[in-house]
T-cell receptor
Framework: SQQGEEDPQALSIQEGENATMNCSYK?????LQWYRQNSGRGLVHLIL?????REKHSGRLRVTLDTSKKSSSLLITASRAADTASYFC???????????FGKGTSLLVTP | NAGVMQNPRHLVRRRGQEARLRCSPM?????VYWYRQLPEEGLKFMVY????????ESGMPKERFSAEFPKEGPSILRIQQVVRGDSAAYFC?????????????FGQGTRLTVV
């Protein structure tokens, strides 16, 4: 399976702290994407990073990609209670159109 | 511009019945993807369709499952003779282009429960 794997499975922090989630994958990718899912809801696209990019920023989000280690990280700075959700990484391959999702990291931000 | 619309949001079917899940892509989007999410799991790709064409169905079970995206109307994911193991959340996503580096927008999902 080419499924990504997020680490940790669950993360609990206080408001204002930074949250870091990691994703590892097994084969070469075309791109890697991070999504957020609130409980019982659909997925919200956060960031797409291409295989030839190393870092990308969007507001309080910072994503890095290390293709030599086949890993990516998502950093949320100055977290808020509203950031509480599950975060998934998904890898897009050169062949096919499927996004391969990991099982997600469940983030809890307490006031 | 409404997002990706899926209906119904919740669907309960008895074993052996048929389930029909609908997905209306975002306006202007002609590429539709279906994914399935089991409890505590990530999403698993099922099928990718363009208008009137199935492009990639590598994730579709060989039997009982079918999908279509007609020229007019929503995309339909059809599950015949449902079994308990089909209980899951089914998500549809759409994109404007079939480019792999294009963002896909997801709907709220249909939660299927087979009793």
């Amino acid at each position: 399976s080419q499924q990504g794997e997020e680490d940790p499975q669950a993360l609990s922090i206080q408001e204002g702290e930074n949250a870091t989630m990691n994703c590892s994958y097994k084969t070469s990718i075309n791109n890697l994407q991070w999504y957020r899912q609130n409980s019982g809801r659909g997925l919200v696209h956060l960031i797409l990073i291409r295989s030839n990019e190393r870092e990308k920023h969007s507001g309080r989000l910072r994503v890095t990609l290390d293709t030599s280690k086949k890993s990516s990280s998502l950093l949320i700075t100055a977290s808020r209670a509203a950031d509480t959700a599950s975060y998934f990484c998904a890898t897009g391959m050169d062949s096919g159109y499927a996004l391969n999702f990991g099982k997600g990291t469940s983030l809890l931000v307490t006031p | 511009n409404a997002g990706v619309m899926q209906n119904p949001r919740h669907l309960v079917r008895r074993r052996g019945q048929e389930a029909r899940l609908r997905c209306s892509p975002m306006k202007g989007h002609s590429h539709v993807y279906w994914y399935r999410q089991l409890p505590e799991e990530g999403l698993k790709f099922m099928v990718y369709l363009q208008k009137e064409n199935i492009i990639d169905e590598s994730g579709m079970p060989k039997e009982r499952f079918s999908a279509e995206f007609p020229k007019e109307g929503p995309s339909i994911l059809r599950i015949q003779q449902v079994v308990r193991g089909d209980s899951a959340a089914y998500f549809c996503a759409s994109s404007q282009l079939g480019d792999k580096n294009t963002e896909a927008f997801f709907g709220q999902g249909t939660r299927l429960t087979v009793v």
